[in-house]
C-alpha cells in the first residue's frame, strides 16, 4: 500500500477503487447509460495504461434489467430484483467488456457475496483471486451476486461492498460516483444547501443533514455513503466522493467533489477483516478494568477481566467485546470456546494453570487479534 495523505496524489495511486451508483448508469427509462459507461472506461482505461491498478465495483444490474423486462419501475420484491439482476448484470458487464476491448484491455467479472467477507476462508480465498487478476493485468469488475442474495444475506448496498473491497485489495484510495457533485450540508434538492469540499474527520460531519433515500434506482441515498466513507477512512483509505461526469478531475486529483482524508491508521487486512466485515458470533463482558486496559490498546484480554459470555463460538470466531452496560468496545477473534470460558471467569494465569492445566494460562483474544469499536453520530433524516 501507498499513503494518500492528499488529494493531488491520488493521479499517481497505484490502486485504487471506483465505485459507480445506478443512478449514474441507467437512464429515467431503465436502460443502460452507455455514454456514462464508456466515460468511465476511457478513464480506467488511461490509468491502467500508465501502470496503474483500478479495481471497478459496479452497480446497476437490478436497474439494467428493468427496461428489458419491461418493469415499471426498481422492482422491490426480492424474487423479481433477483430476476432484474440475473437479466441486466449480463448486460452491464458485456457492455464493459466490450468498452474496454476497445482499448485492448481485458477485465475479470467477480460476483461477490456478503458470505465472501464474513468468513475468513473465503475472504481470503476473494483477495487470492483479485491479487491475480491485478497480476495478470486484468482489470476486476465486483458487484454483489444479487441474482442469489436475499435481504438478510445482503452487504446493504454497494457503498459498503466498495469500502469492504477496497479494504480486501488494500487500495490507496476508494472513488464514489454517484449522481451529485458532492457531499452537501443538507439534501441537495433543499434550498440554500452547500457542498463541503473538505472532511479532514468526524467533527466536520457535526451538523450535516444526509437522508438515507436515494435515487429511483439507487439505494441508500447518502447515508449509505457516508458509513461506506467511515469505513474506509477509518483503516486509512481516503475517499473521493462525486458526480460520474467528474470521474476524471477526481481521479487526477483534482478539487472537485468532496475529499475525506484518512482518519486512521492503515492497518493489517486481518485486522480491517475483523473490524468491519467479520460477522460476530457471541459476547464476551468485561468487567471496568478490562474496559480501561482493553481501550488503553495495548493489552491482550485476559480471563481474570471476564465476567460472562453470551452466544455459541469456537475457537477463531470473532466475537464482540462488550462492557457490563452492554456496549461495544472492541472486536477479537477468541482463543477459547464459549462453553470453556465459563470455568476460566476472573481467575489469573496462575491459578488458571493450576486449576485447568497449562494451556488455559494464555490470554482470552490476544491483544493482535483485538481491534477497537469507535463510536460514530450523525445527524439522519
Ligand atoms: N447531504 C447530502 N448530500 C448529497 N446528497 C444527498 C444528501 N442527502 C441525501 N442525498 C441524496 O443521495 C443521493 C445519492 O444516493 P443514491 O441514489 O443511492 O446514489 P447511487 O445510485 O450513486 O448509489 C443523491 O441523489 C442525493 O439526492
Ligand atoms: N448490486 C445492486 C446495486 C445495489 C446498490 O447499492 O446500488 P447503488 O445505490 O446504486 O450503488 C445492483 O447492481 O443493482
Known amino acids: 500500500m501507498h499513503p494518500i495523505a492528499a488529494r493531488a496524489q491520488l493521479s499517481t495511486a497505484h490502486r485504487i477503487v471506483v465505485k459507480i451508483g445506478s443512478s449514474s448508469l441507467t437512464g429515467a427509462d431503465g436502460h443502460l447509460n452507455l455514454d456514462a459507461l464508456r466515460k468511465l472506461v476511457q478513464v480506467i482505461a488511461d490509468r491502467h495504461e500508465s501502470g496503474l491498478q483500478t479495481l471497478l465495483v459496479t452497480s446497476g444490474a437490478v436497474a439494467a434489467g428493468i427496461g428489458p423486462l419491461g418493469l415499471p419501475s426498481r ?6 430484483a433477483q430476476a432484474a439482476a440475473s437479466v441486466g ?6 457492455r464493459y467488456a466490450e468498452a474496454f476491448a476497445d482499448r485492448s484491455i481485458t477485465v475479470g467479472q467477480i460476483l461477490l457475496t456478503a458470505e465472501d467477507t464474513v468468513r475468513r476462508t473465503r475472504y481470503k480465498n476473494a483477495q487470492r483471486s483479485l491479487e491475480r487478476l491485478f497480476r495478470l493485468g486484468v482489470v476486476p469488475i465486483v458487484n454483489e451476486n444479487d441474482a442469489v442474495v436475499t435481504d438478510e444475506l445482503r452487504f446493504g448496498d454497494n457503498d459498503r461492498l466498495a469500502a469492504l473491497v477496497a479494504q480486501l485489495v488494500g487500495a490507496d484510495a476508494l472513488v464514489l460516483l454517484t449522481d451529485v457533485d458532492g457531499l452537501y450540508d443538507g439534501p441537495p434538492t433543499r434550498e440554500g444547501t452547500r457542498r463541503i469540499s473538505e472532511v479532514l474527520g468526524p467533527s466536520d460531519l457535526e451538523g450535516i443533514e444526509v437522508s438515507g433515500r436515494g435515487s429511483d434506482v439507487g439505494t441508500g441515498g447518502m447515508l449509505t455513503k457516508l458509513e461506506s466513507v467511515s469505513i474506509a477512512t477509518g483503516s486509512g483509505i481516503p475517499v473521493v466522493l462525486t458526480k460520474a461526469d467528474n470521474a476524471r478531475p477526481a481521479i487526477a486529483g483534482e478539487r472537485v ?3 475525506f482524508a484518512p482518519t486512521g491508521k492503515r492497518a493489517s487486512r486481518k485486522r480491517l477483516w475483523i473490524a468491519h466485515a467479520a460477522r460476530v458470533q ?3 463482558v468485561l468487567d471496568d478494568g478490562a474496559v480501561d486496559a482493553v481501550l488503553g490498546g495495548r493489552a491482550s484480554l485476559l480471563a481474570a477481566g471476564i465476567v460472562g459470555v453470551e452466544g455459541e463460538f ?4 470473532p466475537v464482540e467485546l462488550v ?3 452492554g456496549s461495544v468496545i472492541a472486536r477479537g477473534l477468541t482463543g477459547f470456546d464459549a462453553v470453556e470460558i ?3 471467569l476472573g481467575q ?14 494464555r490470554e482470552v483474544i490476544h491483544r493482535d487479534d483485538l481491534v477497537l469499536v469507535r463510536p460514530k453520530g450523525l445527524r439522519v433524516s
Do not use: F, H, N
Open 75 to 80: 422492482p422491490r420484491d426480492v424474487a423479481t
Open 89 to 94: 448484470q449480463g448486460m452491464l458487464v458485456a
Open 257 to 259: 467533489g468532496t475529499w
Open 282 to 284: 457471541g459476547k464476551i
Open 314 to 317: 469456537v475457537a477463531g470466531d
Open 323 to 325: 462492557s457490563k452496560s
Open 342 to 344: 465459563p470455568d476460566m
Open 348 to 361: 489469573s494465569s496462575r491459578a488458571l494453570r493450576e486449576s485447568l492445566g497449562s494451556g488455559y494460562d
